[in-house]
């Protein structure tokens, strides 16, 4: 069992590592079992003592985290079953075999939920047949999925695990929906940090992958290739842990190349294990 504190939110984090049906690690199954077993091993009044420890509205705050984790993971699992793929899970990185040097500053894998990325779509051009999606740290490939319901010219997905890239490749042979409007979909095993951005107009997706230490080296090579290959580029980056979105907006601002778009706040969706706080850029015409 995992027993941590989460200091940004003030309550104890109660884990244990179980297989998904592909034999990663996915914290997301079974959490009402880790809380039973984690009392039984403790005793009946451990509720009273977390209580009694972290305070009523963290533990309130706790509880309602859990429930809406579990039902968010359900529908997940339910769009899964009904597409005939296996995206959903917060997987784990610590056993897989990766690219590159980078896999300790490598967060879990976990989806954008069909919602939420419904809603950031409406931040962009509704015209994007001329665009690359590319999402960065494409793990199971659910984001990939979700962007072929929009006419990309191409959706590329770069991911540095192995047994996700497996995953994702085997999920786009059998994702078929009467609503895509783009089938070009592949997936790059790679270290993002290495990635050479192809030279066409780009929609670049971050669903806080690493980081700001590996997110800095793949903003800086992507504002090279802009530099070297003026074109349209837009960046999405979204956040719901780690406040990652709080080191990421100044450091795409500061790069001097791109304008941050005005875009609603993201409302509270039942398929999202966490609200995502994002932010929308889009390359200055002078680049």
């Known amino acids: 069992m995992f027993i941590d504190w989460?200091?940004?939110r003030g309550m104890t984090n109660i884990e244990m590592p179980r297989l998904d049906r592909d034999g990663l690690e996915d914290r997301s199954f079974g959490r009402f079992g880790r809380a039973w077993s984690h009392i039984r091993q403790n005793g009946l009044l451990e509720p009273l003592r977390l209580v009694h420890r972290h305070g009523l509205g963290a533990s309130l705050g706790f509880v309602q985290r859990n429930i809406r984790h579990m039902l968010?993971?359900?529908?997940?699992?339910k769009w899964d079953r009904r597409h005939g793929v296996d995206t959903a899970g917060s997987i784990q990185l610590g056993a897989l075999n990766v690219v590159g040097p980078h896999r300790a500053m490598g967060n879990e894998a976990v989806c954008t939920s069909p919602r939420t990325f419904d809603f950031i779509m409406k931040s962009l051009p509704r015209d994007l047949h001329n665009h690359t999606f590319i999402d960065i740290g494409s793990g199971k490939s659910r984001t990939l999925l979700l962007a072929s319901h929009y006419p990309f010219a191409e959706i590329i997905g770069v991911e540095f695990a192995r047994e996700l890239v497996d995953i994702a490749r085997s999920n786009i042979e059998r994702f078929r929906d009467p609503s895509q409007k783009c089938r070009a979909l592949s997936v790059v095993e790679a270290d993002a940090a290495a990635y050479d951005f192809p030279q066409?107009?780009?929609?670049?997706?971050?669903?806080?992958?690493?980081?700001?230490?590996?997110?800095?080296?793949v903003l800086m090579n992507l504002v090279s290739s802009l530099e070297r290959h003026p074109r349209d580029c837009f960046i999405v980056y979204g956040s719901s842990s780690h406040r990652a979105i709080d080191w990421a907006r100044p450091a795409i601002r500061e790069t001097g190349i791109f304008r941050e778009?005005?875009?609603p706040a993201m409302p509270g969706f039942l398929d999202a294990v966490r609200t995502i706080d994002y932010a929308v850029f889009q390359v200055q015409a002078a680049v």
Not at 72 to 77: C, K, M, P, S, V
Request: proline letters at 7%; zero cysteines.
């Open 6 to 8: 989460d200091g940004a």
């Open 72 to 77: 968010a993971d359900r529908i997940a699992r």
């Open 200 to 217: 066409v107009p780009l929609v670049v997706y971050f669903y806080n992958p690493f980081s700001k230490d590996v997110f800095d080296i």
């Open 261 to 263: 778009l005005a875009v």
